[in-house]
């Protein structure tokens, strides 16, 4: 059964800083990507960042390059999203998801098991 489990959310003034955790477990994720998206309220879920577990390289969306960093740690099946400089337009329910590809990937419907979500609040 994987499991994906999202932390870190919450309240931040515009120009914080947030980090968002997801830790995986129910097998072995050497050969998934793992991503981030985030859904707005009356807003489609849209992508933010993904990482191929296995090679590192990563994506972002051009919204967040030189503000979000989305990492991994092989030793606590755990992948992160370090988030700078928060505008209030990043606020939204972001979620962590796995896709059993080896390349990152930005289609919703690539993606195979997700997380419940983590609110994150950027106030003006």
């Known amino acids: 059964q994987v499991q994906l489990v999202e932390s870190g959310g919450g309240l931040v003034q515009a120009g914080g800083s947030l980090r968002l955790s997801c830790a995986a477990s129910g097998r072995t994720f050497s050969t998934y990507t793992m991503g981030w998206f985030r859904q707005a309220p009356g807003k489609e879920r849209e992508f933010v960042a993904a990482?191929?577990?296995?090679?590192?390289?990563?994506y972002n969306v051009d919204s967040v390059k030189g503000r979000f960093t989305i990492s991994r740690d092989n030793a606590k099946n755990t992948v992160y999203l370090q988030m700078n400089s928060l505008k209030p337009e990043d606020t939204a329910v972001y979620y962590c998801a796995a896709a059993r590809l080896m390349a990152p990937v930005v289609d919703t419907n690539r993606y195979d098991y997700w997380g419940q979500g983590t609110q994150v609040t950027v106030s003006s």
């Open positions: 990482m191929s577990w296995s090679s590192g390289s990563t």
